[in-house]
T-cell receptor, first 116, second 109 residues
Framework: GAVVSQHPSRVICKSGTSVKIECRSL??????MFWYRQFPKKSLMLMAT?????????EQGVEKDKFLINHASLTLSTLTVTSAHPEDSSFYIC????????????FGEGSRLTVL | RKEVEQDPGPFNVPEGATVAFNCTYS??????FFWYRQDCRKEPKLLMS?????NEDGRFTAQLNRASQYISLLIRDSKLSDSATYLC??????????WGAGTKLIIKP
């Protein structure tokens, strides 16, 4: 089946630094990718929809200047957490939509961000 | 009211028992329905889609009631390996997935 890979799987950074997380579709081209955030014991929260070649669509309450999303190619979307703070520590997951058929979503492995 | 609501957990169930998960959704225009399984903060994996006629996959049975906006998942003859968090997921017309908070299942020997 389709594979989506995220990198890094785990990152620890100091407060104030920026962190980039990559999401790649390995065997299909994804015009649309989604970024989610998961707090402990909470459901996945959709942060934004990333569209190849255009600006991302952010959900209400998500700061677009803080969570920069770039979808420069059909196989890569990046999420950059700018000026990270401890409250940004979370589990970030991406998904990519298969463009044909049922438009099934495949998920990356997730990236655990810890901001000290 | 949350868009997707699930039973609060955790469920502690002896091995071999049958366990049922319930889920309700608020948007009557929702198009597709799924159950995902998530292990220990790993990425969620699709367990099964839920069809209007109900569907079964081995020990797992999913049901959908559009009139009541209700989805269920039944696990028969539960195994230790079934221990995980089960997430009810609803897809809207924009292909966005709306996630329930999940119900943690603990199977005890």
């Amino acid at each position: 089946g389709a594979v989506v890979s995220q990198h890094p799987s785990r990152v620890i950074c100091k407060s104030g630094t920026s962190v980039k997380i990559e999401c790649r579709s390995l065997d299909f081209q994804a015009t649309t990718m989604f970024w989610y955030r998961q707090f402990p014991k909470k459901s996945l929260m959709l942060m934004a929809t990333s569209n190849e070649g255009s600006k991302a669509t952010y959900e209400q309450g998500v700061e677009k200047d803080k969570f920069l999303i770039n979808h420069a190619s059909l196989t890569l979307s990046t999420l950059t957490v700018t000026s990270a703070h401890p409250e940004d520590s979370s589990f970030y997951i991406c998904s990519a939509r298969v463009p044909s058929g049922t438009g099934e979503l495949f998920f990356g492995e997730g990236s655990r961000l810890t901001v000290l | 009211r949350k868009e997707v609501e699930q039973d609060p957990g955790p469920f502690n169930v002896p091995e071999g028992a049958t366990v049922a998960f319930n889920c309700t959704y608020s948007n009557s225009a929702s198009q597709s329905f799924f159950w995902y399984r998530q292990d220990c903060r790993k990425e969620p994996k699709l367990l099964m889609s839920v069809y209007s006629s109900g569907n079964e996959d081995g020990r797992f049975t999913a049901q959908l009631n559009r009139a009541s906006q209700y989805i269920s998942l039944l696990i028969r003859d539960s195994k230790l390996s079934d221990s995980a968090t089960y997430l009810c997921v609803v897809r809207n017309s924009n292909y966005q997935l709306i996630w329930g908070a999940g119900t943690k299942l603990i199977i005890k020997p």
